[in-house]
Every structure is written in C-alpha cells, then in structure tokens.
C-alpha cells in the first residue's frame, strides 16, 4: 500500500531525491512522465515502527507527511463488546425482565384474586339471589366457557396482533365484566359477566405462561414464582370477600377487583407498549429462533399434538379440583362439620397453602425432579383427602386443607415446565392457551358436577368425588411424555 502511495506522489511534475522509510525491502518506482530511476534516486521503502514517511522534492522544496494509523474497523467494533459496555447492557437488560416479570405476576395475581373471591360469596350470591347449588354453579360454567373461547381466539389473535396488544385486549375485558359484576346487575347479567371475564383471563393467561417459558434461564423458579404470585392473589382475596359478604352492599367488592384490572391495564401499556413478543424478549436479550417446519396451520398441529391434549386432560382435573376445593370447602364446612361465619378463612388457609407450594417445595423439584414430586404430592394429598372425608374435626379439616393447598401448589407450574420441554417453541402461546382453556373448563365441569351430586346426595359427597379426581389426575400423568421432544 505505501508503494503505490509514493508511486502516485512521483507521477507529479517533480523529481524525486529522496524518500526514506526505515528500514525493510526496496522495491522500484516508475512513473509514467520521467524514466526510471537510477541508483542514486532509486527509493527505499521499509517498513517502520512508527509510520512516517519523508519526501524530498525538487527546488529545495520539502515535504514531509505524517501517516496516522487507522483503526480497523474490527477494532472499533470491539470497543463495543468492552466488559465494561457488556456489563451494563446486561445490567439494563436483566433490570428489563425483572419489570416485565413483575407486571406478568401483578396480572396472575389478579387472576388469583379472582378466583380465590368466589368461595366466601357463594352462600351471599345463593341468598341474594335465591338459587340452589346448581344454579349457582352456572358462575363456574360461564367463566369456562368463556375462557374456552378465549383460549381458541388467543391462537389466531397472538398471530395476528401480537403479544401487546393481546394482553391489553384481554385486561379491557376484565375491565368490563368487574363493571358489570359490581352494580349488582340481575342474576342472568351477573353470571353472563363471568363469560366475559372468561376471555379476558384466557387471553392474559396464554400469553404470560408462554412469554415467562421463553426465559430459559432458571425458567423453573421463574415459573413457579409467577405462579406463586397466583396463590397470593387467591390467598388475600378471601380475607376481603369474607367482609364484604356480610355487608348490605355485597357486590361492592367486585369494584376492588375492579381497581386492579385498571392497575393491570395500565401496567401492560407501560411495560409492554403493545408490541410483539419477539420485540419484548429482545429487549431483554433473547432472540427467538424457532421457525415452524411445517405447512400447516398452528391451530391444526396444535390440535394434532399429542402431549398437547394429555396435558390439557391432566389441568381439567386439577384446575377442576383446585376450583371445587377454593369454592366448595366453605360450603362443606359449613354443612356438614357446623363450621360459622368465619368459615371463609379456611378458604385463604387452602390458597395461601397453594401459593407458599409453589415457592418453597422448588427445591424439592429439583432435588428428585418434577415428573417424581408430582407423583409424591398427588398421593400425599389423596391420603388428608380421606382424612378430611373421615375424621369429623374442624381445626383438622382446615389444617389438612392448607397442607393439600401446599401439595397441589406446584403441579401447575411443573405442568406449565413440562409444556415448554416437550412442544416445538413456534407453538407454546397456542398451545398453552388450549392447555389452559380446556384447564380452565374444569374449573367449571368440576364445581358444577360437585354442585349437582350435593343437590342430589348433599355436600358430605364433595370428599370422594375430589378422592377420584386426583385418582385420575395421577394415571394421567403417568401418561405424558418422560423427556423432552422439543426441536430447539
């Protein structure tokens, strides 16, 4: 490079006596209007340490030019990735998750809060509105229903509107059906608000599960942290629910829940601002990769999946038997151990077991893994099933009830784990929201067979049909998928 350099300064109308680089190899220079060089003006280029060059030219005029050294553009780049630039991005980045991590949890709480309202205003909303365990189950029925439809339209929404602006969509509906719920609307109204508060959660449930699976690392704590957030939700629910249900004005508690989903609203415009998932996890360092291989649509091999639908008919049961427990254990207490008023409590002790679950027996998934500890709490919690169904104590029967909340805490997020390592990545937001939908409707089918079974035979019969359920709950898992299918 630094011949050809000298070989166009030569080729001015000057003649060359002197150019010295320091010290290297010598190589001829011609020009096209001169003739070549003798001996005495031939030049020397050598290469030096310090890149100057010196001409002296004709008539005493001298010049000399000082060579600057460039940078290469590699090198410019890699002031970029200085550990000092690379710890403050993943400073920004980390401090990034964290926020959407605790605007994720803030919606699953307010999830939580939701259900966990029910139990202590059932016997209220039996009084009020002056139906029977059946028709008062319809609550149960309509919220599935409407997380059912959710959870379909959540396949087609999240493809063509995007993580954002679905989560926002479904807080909006929340938002009205809490409107609706907390004027005190005729009972028809009332339970057809649950249909609507349905989507919404089918909406927000999908998306967030699958948005928390795309975080791979410590996915297992972080998962069972936002499912904690649900318990402690559900667990300070009812310690509200339980005053309001005394008071003239009952209904207005749904305005409580009415201000959180205003909060949840407002949270994931902020957090979120309505964008993609793939823009949102960039924000925190992740790219997601994953492209589907196949020609159909996402729906169809959704539909077409096997562990899809074994884990979707494991969570209609458990949803069903976490739901029955919450809502009906009041009632049971009540009816058949002389449980009072303050019988609503047992109903936080049931939730707020679910929520410490999930947080403290972590390590105990991890130290014999998930697959094994959900076989050691399913039968666990068989066994105070039949305590509470045979031993007539009321302090028993709410001890033993917080304790199944502990052991039935974690299978939801160890089913949520498992979903993630056995389904191809383009399909976890549509396959979870089906796996939560079809969940979701046993948080329907169940309470409304329990409630129909009480109609006919009373509530003492709520004991072994929750016996059953896990029964079966526990042969399904034995079903699913041991190790992890999915294409990464």
């Given at each position: 490079m630094g011949v050809r350099t000298v070989s166009l300064i030569l080729s001015l109308p000057f003649s060359?006596?002197?150019?010295?680089?320091?010290?290297?190899?010598?190589?001829?220079?011609?020009?096209?209007?001169?003739?070549?060089?003798?001996?005495?003006?031939?030049?020397?280029?050598?290469?030096?340490?310090?890149?100057?060059?010196?001409?002296?030219?004709?008539?005493?005029?001298?010049?000399?030019?000082?060579?600057?050294?460039?940078?290469?553009?590699?090198?410019?780049?890699?002031?970029?990735?200085?550990?000092?630039?690379?710890?403050?991005?993943?400073?920004?980045?980390?401090?990034?998750?964290?926020?959407?991590?605790?605007?994720?949890?803030?919606?699953?709480?307010?999830?939580?809060?939701?259900?966990?309202?029910?139990?202590?205003?059932?016997?209220?909303?039996?009084?009020?509105?002056?139906?029977?365990?059946?028709?008062?189950?319809?609550?149960?029925?309509?919220?599935?229903?409407?997380?059912?439809?959710?959870?379909?339209?959540?396949?087609?929404?999240?493809?063509?509107?995007?993580?954002?602006?679905?989560?926002?969509?479904?807080?909006?509906?929340?938002?009205?059906?809490?409107?609706?719920?907390?004027?005190?609307?005729?009972?028809?109204?009332?339970?057809?608000?649950?249909?609507?508060?349905?989507?919404?959660?089918?909406?927000?449930?999908?998306?967030?599960?699958?948005?928390?699976?795309?975080?791979?690392?410590?996915?297992e704590v972080k998962m069972g942290l936002l499912m904690a957030a649900y318990g402690a939700g559900a667990l300070s629910s009812p310690l509200v629910a339980t005053q309001f249900s005394h008071l003239p004005q009952w209904n207005l508690h749904y305005l409580t829940s009415l201000g959180i989903a205003i909060t949840n609203t407002i949270a994931l415009i902020i957090v979120f601002r309505l964008k993609p998932q793939e823009e949102c996890l960039s924000e925190i360092g992740i790219v997601d990769v994953d492209i589907s291989t196949s020609e159909h649509s996402h729906l169809r091999q959704i539909f077409a999946n096997k562990d899809v639908h074994l884990l979707a008919s494991f969570l209609l049961l458990y949803v069903g038997a976490e739901v029955t427990v919450g809502g009906w254990i009041v009632t049971y207490v009540i009816g058949v151990r002389g449980g009072g008023p303050s019988s609503g409590y047992i109903s936080t002790g049931f939730f707020g077991g679910l929520m410490v679950g999930r947080l403290v027996l972590l390590w105990v998934n991890e130290k014999i893994g998930e697959r094994l500890a959900l076989f050691v709490y399913a039968v666990l919690a068989i066994i105070l099933e039949l305590i509470v169904w045979f031993v007539p104590s009321l302090v028993g029967d709410a001890v033993a009830v917080s304790v199944i909340g502990v052991l039935l805490g974690p299978m939801y997020p160890i089913v949520m784990n498992h979903a993630r390592r056995v389904l191809p990545h383009w399909l976890l937001t549509g396959a979870i929201g089906w796996i939560a939908g079809v969940g979701q409707a046993g948080s329907a089918l169940v309470p409304f067979v329990a409630g129909a079974i009480a109609q006919k035979a009373g509530i003492k019969t709520l004991q072994p049909v929750l016996v059953g359920i896990l029964g079966l709950m526990t042969a399904l898992w034995a079903l699913a998928s041991h190790g992890s299918r999915r294409p990464d």
């Amino acid at each position: 490079m630094g011949v050809r350099t000298v070989s166009l300064i030569l080729s001015l109308p000057f003649s060359l006596r002197e150019m010295s680089l320091s010290p290297a190899t010598t190589d001829p220079v011609f020009t096209p209007n001169h003739a070549y060089l003798t001996s005495e003006t031939a030049s020397t280029c050598r290469a030096s340490p310090r890149p100057r060059c010196k001409l002296d030219l004709a008539e005493g005029f001298v010049d000399a030019i000082e060579l600057s050294p460039v940078t290469p553009v590699e090198k410019q780049n890699d002031d970029l990735e200085r550990p000092s630039v690379l710890s403050a991005k993943h400073k920004t980045q980390k401090t990034r998750e964290n926020i959407q991590l605790l605007t994720l949890c803030w919606f699953i709480y307010l999830e939580g809060w939701n259900d966990g309202s029910n139990g202590p205003l059932l016997p209220r909303i039996q009084k009020v509105y002056g139906v029977g365990y059946v028709a008062v189950s319809l609550i149960f029925v309509f919220a599935s229903v409407g997380f059912i439809t959710g959870a379909v339209s959540n396949v087609i929404l999240a493809e063509k509107l995007g993580f954002g602006k679905v989560m926002v969509l479904g807080s909006l509906f929340q938002v009205l059906a809490y409107s609706i719920e907390s004027s005190g609307p005729p009972f028809p109204v009332f339970i057809f608000a649950y249909f609507i508060n349905g989507i919404g959660l089918a909406l927000q449930n999908a998306n967030s599960v699958s948005y928390v699976a795309s975080i791979k690392e410590n996915a297992e704590v972080k998962m069972g942290l936002l499912m904690a957030a649900y318990g402690a939700g559900a667990l300070s629910s009812p310690l509200v629910a339980t005053q309001f249900s005394h008071l003239p004005q009952w209904n207005l508690h749904y305005l409580t829940s009415l201000g959180i989903a205003i909060t949840n609203t407002i949270a994931l415009i902020i957090v979120f601002r309505l964008k993609p998932q793939e823009e949102c996890l960039s924000e925190i360092g992740i790219v997601d990769v994953d492209i589907s291989t196949s020609e159909h649509s996402h729906l169809r091999q959704i539909f077409a999946n096997k562990d899809v639908h074994l884990l979707a008919s494991f969570l209609l049961l458990y949803v069903g038997a976490e739901v029955t427990v919450g809502g009906w254990i009041v009632t049971y207490v009540i009816g058949v151990r002389g449980g009072g008023p303050s019988s609503g409590y047992i109903s936080t002790g049931f939730f707020g077991g679910l929520m410490v679950g999930r947080l403290v027996l972590l390590w105990v998934n991890e130290k014999i893994g998930e697959r094994l500890a959900l076989f050691v709490y399913a039968v666990l919690a068989i066994i105070l099933e039949l305590i509470v169904w045979f031993v007539p104590s009321l302090v028993g029967d709410a001890v033993a009830v917080s304790v199944i909340g502990v052991l039935l805490g974690p299978m939801y997020p160890i089913v949520m784990n498992h979903a993630r390592r056995v389904l191809p990545h383009w399909l976890l937001t549509g396959a979870i929201g089906w796996i939560a939908g079809v969940g979701q409707a046993g948080s329907a089918l169940v309470p409304f067979v329990a409630g129909a079974i009480a109609q006919k035979a009373g509530i003492k019969t709520l004991q072994p049909v929750l016996v059953g359920i896990l029964g079966l709950m526990t042969a399904l898992w034995a079903l699913a998928s041991h190790g992890s299918r999915r294409p990464d």
